[in-house]
């Protein structure tokens, strides 16, 4: 998996972009939210990392943008998915 990190602190005007593509690990939270942790390297030196928890009730937000961004791409992906979890005999 590969992510592009937008980084600026609240008063700056630049922009530090990142794309990280190794040690992105995702995991679900007690039934109820996906999460996503990596890290960036951080201002002072040494790494910051970032946990992003994504409960189920903004599911469908997210898969909306998903495919304004892409529909190809994101129909493609549920449809992956869906067959995952029929796998899995959910």
């Known amino acids: 998996m590969a992510i592009i990190i937008w980084r600026r602190g609240a ?35 040494g790494d910051t990392i970032i946990e992003l928890q994504i409960e189920s009730d903004s599911f469908a937000e997210l898969a909306a943008a998903m495919m304004k ?13 869906l067959q995952l979890v029929e796998g899995e005999g959910a």
Do not use: Q
């Not at 961004?69 to 998915?81: I, N, W, Y």
């Open 11 to 45: 008063r700056s005007i630049y922009v530090n972009r990142r794309r990280v593509m190794e040690e992105v690990y995702l995991w679900e939270f007690g039934g109820k939210s996906t999460c996503m942790s990596f890290s960036i390297p951080s201002k002072g030196g």
């Open 69 to 81: 961004a892409d529909p190809k791409a994101a129909t493609k992906a549920f449809g992956a998915a």
